[in-house]
């Protein structure tokens, strides 16, 4: 079988299962439900193991391979750089590459995972047959962001993956925190999409195509003819508006607020989203767009510095939350942040490492935490936790060993991919050393936080409720087993890229080569490489993580948790960084109140407006024929009711015959047959 040229088949099954299940999940038993909603993202995986499986059979240079199955769009003309006019033309096509070969395996990997989890967690929940549905069309999504061969399909996922996360994240529909939050994250994901498809529409004035594939080839030609060069206002501009809907969809500073609050959803859709789909999806589109960012190493910096603020930043949050998934959801946004930080260093292949490693033990963290909470009734609060350890004890080594790797233990996948971004931004073109010291100091941060999260779950003095306490018990294998698998990806993951300073060939990287491959353009002199240099920011930066770790364990493993004493040791910076640096408050105070004072004051139209503008008795008469709801009343209803009415008034000769009875309609029959027989009869010469 070539599975090669059945790559369209892998976003398709799906999308067959969300028809399905969203269609006849009702009258289907939960059994049914699962076994479709599973089974159509294990033939994607098994579709797509085999698909890469073949592509490595191929040559390095030719690991490339289109699957076009028809032309979508044919429209135009547009004007290029060169000058001719070029058509607008998109086709329906797949491509499979290094690259995309990388999430398809994550994607579907992880996923299926996550929803063999989901059939014992949501098994109790109303809407079961919803929340797969859901779930398949989530998977569709993301498949055809990162198989399309082409920008605007690449949009059209990236769409669907939001469109997805407002159906998820607001499952719970009848609690208004989780509608809140899927509003949230809708709309904050609408201003980065805003760069996004502005950034999209520059590609093609610039290059008359939205192919990933002509886009590289036309700046490879471009800068060997002199017709491009680095720093080229235009790059920049394409790079800065694409990295705007990244800073959206992958929470980076300013838009990553959605983010956090996206946990009111199940936890299935919490790693879901944080692990293997949406938030990753800024990441692949910054990483395959790398041909533009070669060419504005300022945009570059941007990247980087916003990814490193980004770490530190929500690290910093993460140090007091109370709530499992919240701790979980910031760490989030810290890991990708060094994936951010490893793109705009130029280091691409580590930022994609970074992705793969961490989907695997964030995936295992979130579900660990969903197991938790299925354990104490629901509870996510860590402060009603406590000596969990023997209650649960799948459920704890397996977040154990999530623990250790995203805290960079070495000889886990966590350790091996964030030394990778480590190294390069303190040796790479674009690197700095203050690059290398904040993700450095975030490392330490990571292995405080995730350390107090797991002593505060599991060590110390119960706080569980005296009731609850009594019905702990393991989850279902349903749900431990896919902890079992992730847990031992966590420690194997990051052996595909073995670095050079400790023997290895690093793999993973030069099989990303031919995708990520240098421009012939000239930058600033990079570091050498020395093993011996690389060993020792490896160990500097396990030394630091392992200072994390030791003050959570002097904290919080040798002693129960208080909270007096914490709020004691923080000081004044508690309440700032428990209350997440007041940004939600100030976006509340300079968008959301604004916006809604607006509405509210144009709904009124506030009865002094009137009075500066009209004079004397006419003021009653404009008061009562206005009204302080004129703008509702006159122009929203009007233009409802004048669309109706219209409607209404144009159709009335068609009502006339349009009556429903069916002896009128056979008069209309029979007075139509005996027309045109008179036609036939006498009408014809």
């Known amino acids: 079988m070539n599975f090669l040229d059945l790559i369209w088949l892998i976003p398709l099954f799906p999308a067959v299962g969300f028809v399905i299940n969203g269609l006849a999940g009702k009258r289907l038993s939960k059994t049914a439900v699962g076994v479709i909603a599973c089974g159509a993202v294990l033939i994607s995986f098994i579709l797509s193991a085999g698909a890469v499986y073949q592509l490595l059979q191929l040559a390095p ?57 989901s059939t014992g967690y949501m098994y109790e929940e109303d809407g079961y047959y919803r929340f797969f549905a859901y779930l398949n069309l989530f998977m569709f999504s993301m498949l055809m962001l990162v198989l399309g061969n082409n920008y605007l399909m690449m949009f059209i996922g990236w769409e669907g993956v939001g469109l997805c996360s407002y159906l998820l994240i607001g499952y719970y529909f009848h609690k208004k925190s989780a509608g809140d939050a899927a509003k949230k994250a809708f709309i904050v994901n609408r201003v980065g999409d805003w760069g996004l498809s502005i950034g999209v529409m520059l590609i093609f004035v610039t290059f008359g195509s939205l192919d990933f594939k002509v886009v590289g080839e036309k700046i490879r030609e471009g800068v060997m003819s002199g017709a491009f060069r680095v720093s080229d206002p235009i790059f920049i501009a394409i790079a800065v508006a694409l990295f705007i809907g990244a800073t959206g969809k992958s929470a980076q500073i300013p838009l990553y607020t959605w983010l956090p609050d996206a946990m009111e959803g199940p936890t ?37 510095v916003i990814g490193a603020l980004t770490a530190f930043f929500a690290a910093s949050i993460a140090l007091v939350q109370n709530d499992i998934k919240r701790v979980l959801a910031y760490s989030t946004v810290s890991q990708l942040g060094y994936m951010f930080l490893a793109l705009g260093v130029g280091a691409f292949a580590a930022g994609i490492f970074h992705l793969m490693t961490h989907a695997f033990f964030k995936a295992l963290l979130f579900l660990g935490s969903g197991s938790v909470i299925h354990a104490v009734h629901h509870e996510q609060d860590m402060r009603k936790m406590g000596a969990l350890k023997n209650k649960i004890p799948v459920t704890f080594w397996t977040m154990f060993v999530g623990t250790l790797a995203i805290a960079g233990t070495p000889g886990l996948a966590g350790f091996f991919s964030k030394d990778e971004i480590l190294w390069k931004a303190f040796s790479s073109k674009q690197g700095h ?19 107090r999260l797991l ?52 793999a993973f990287e030069h099989f990303l080569e031919p995708v990520f491959e240098p421009l012939p353009i000239l930058h600033g002199p990079e570091l050498a490489y020395s093993p011996l240099a690389e060993a020792g920011m490896a160990a500097v930066s396990v030394a630091i993580a392992l200072i994390g770790f030791s003050l959570a364990y002097f904290k919080y493993g040798k002693r129960s948790w208080e909270e007096q004493r914490e709020i004691r040791q923080y000081g004044r910076a508690y309440p700032v960084l428990l209350n997440k640096w007041y940004v939600d ?22 009865a002094q407006v009137v009075d500066g503008v009209v004079n004397g008795s006419a003021l009653g008469t404009v008061k009562s024929a206005v009204g302080s709801d004129w703008w509702d009343r006159w122009i929203v ?23 429903g009875y069916v002896q009128n309609y056979a008069l209309v029959m029979v007075l139509g047959v005996l027309i045109f027989i008179g036609y036939v009869l006498w009408g014809t010469p």
């Open 61 to 117: 240079e030719q690991r490339s391979h289109t699957v076009k199955l028809y032309e979508w769009i044919n429209a135009g003309p547009a004007h290029t750089a060169e000058g001719p006019l070029a058509r607008f033309s998109v086709d329906w096509a797949f491509l499979l590459d290094p690259l995309s070969a990388i999430m398809i395996l994550v994607v579907t990997g992880v996923g299926f995972l996550i929803h063999v989890y």
């Open 433 to 451: 050393v203050l690059l290398w010291l904040l993700g450095a100091c975030v490392a330490g941060m990571t292995a405080f936080y995730m350390f």
């Open 268 to 304: 299935p859709v919490s790693a879901l989203i944080h692990a293997a789909t949406m938030v990753t999806a800024g990441v692949y589109m910054v990483a395959r767009s790398n041909f533009i960012y070669q060419m504005a190493p300022q945009a570059m910096t941007v990247v980087a």
């Open 585 to 606: 408050e100030l976006y509340d105070a300079l968008f959301v109140n604004r916006a809604k004072g607006a509405g509210i004051n144009l709904w009124k139209f506030d």
């Open 455 to 506: 002593f505060m779950t599991f060590y110390g003095q119960s706080r569980v409720d005296h009731h609850t306490e009594q019905h702990i018990h393991e989850s279902p294998r349903p749900m431990t087993v896919p902890l079992i698998i992730l847990a031992i990806g966590s420690v194997v993951a990051g052996y595909v890229g073995f670095p050079a300073w400790l023997g290895g060939t690093n």
């Open 637 to 659: 209803d009007g233009l409802v009711r004048f669309i109706g009415g219209f409607i209404k008034t144009v159709s009335w000769p068609v009502r006339l015959i349009q009556t």
